[in-house]
C-alpha cells in the first residue's frame, strides 16, 4: 500500500484521511481505502465500546463509594449509640447496686431488732418463770395449753403487733 503525504488546510472527503502527528494527513491509496476505514470503525466501535464500559466502573465506584461511606457513617453512629447505652446499663447496675446493698443493711437492722426482741421477751419469759417460786412444772398456759390469754408473759399479745411487722424483700 502507498500513502501521500496531504496538507491539513487541503480540503479531502476522502474517507480513508488518517491524522498524522505531525499536523499532516495520510491519504491511503483508493484501492486500500476500503479496508482501512473498516479498520478505522472498528478500533472507533471498540473505543466507544471500552469508553462506556469505564464510565459504567467510574458510575459503580462512584456508588460503591457513597455506600461504603453511609455504612461507615451508620456504624459509627451506631457504635456511639451502643456506647452510650453501655455507660447507661453501668450507671443503672451501680445504682441498683447501691439500692440492694441499702435494702439488705435495712433489712438485717431490722431483722436484728426483731432477733433483739424475741431475744428480750425470752429473757423476761424465763425471769416470771423463776419469779413464780422456781418449780419445775411450766406454767400453765404457753405451754401446756393452758386457759391463761397471756400466755405466760407479762403482757398481752396485741401489744407485739407492731414489733414483728414483716418488711417486702424486693
Not at 480513508?16 to 495520510?26: A, E, V
Not at 465506584?61 to 456506647?83: F, Q
Not at 404457753?142 to 414483728?164: C, P, T, V
Amino acid at each position: 500500500m502507498t500513502f501521500r503525504v496531504v496538507r491539513t488546510n487541503q480540503y479531502n472527503q476522502d474517507l480513508g484521511l488518517i491524522h498524522s502527528t505531525n499536523g499532516n494527513h495520510l491519504e491511503s491509496a483508493n484501492e486500500g481505502s476500503s479496508i482501512d476505514h473498516q479498520l478505522l470503525h472498528t478500533a472507533n466501535q471498540s473505543l466507544n465500546s471500552i469508553s462506556t464500559h469505564v464510565s459504567s466502573l467510574d458510575q459503580s465506584y462512584a456508588r460503591l463509594r457513597y455506600d461504603t461511606n453511609i455504612t461507615r457513617h451508620h456504624t459509627t453512629k451506631l457504635c456511639d449509640m451502643l456506647k452510650s447505652t453501655a455507660e447507661g446499663f453501668d450507671i443503672r447496675i451501680d445504682v441498683l447496686e447501691r439500692t440492694l446493698t441499702q435494702r439488705m443493711v435495712d433489712e438485717l437492722a431490722v431483722v436484728k431488732s426483731q432477733l433483739a426482741v424475741i431475744v428480750e421477751d425470752l429473757k423476761e419469759s424465763g425471769a416470771t418463770k423463776n419469779g413464780e417460786g422456781g418449780s419445775s412444772s411450766r406454767p400453765s398456759g404457753r405451754g401446756r395449753g393452758g386457759s391463761s390469754s397471756q400466755g405466760g408473759r407479762g403482757k398481752g399479745r396485741s401489744d407485739d403487733s407492731e414489733r414483728f411487722k414483716y418488711s417486702k424483700w424486693l
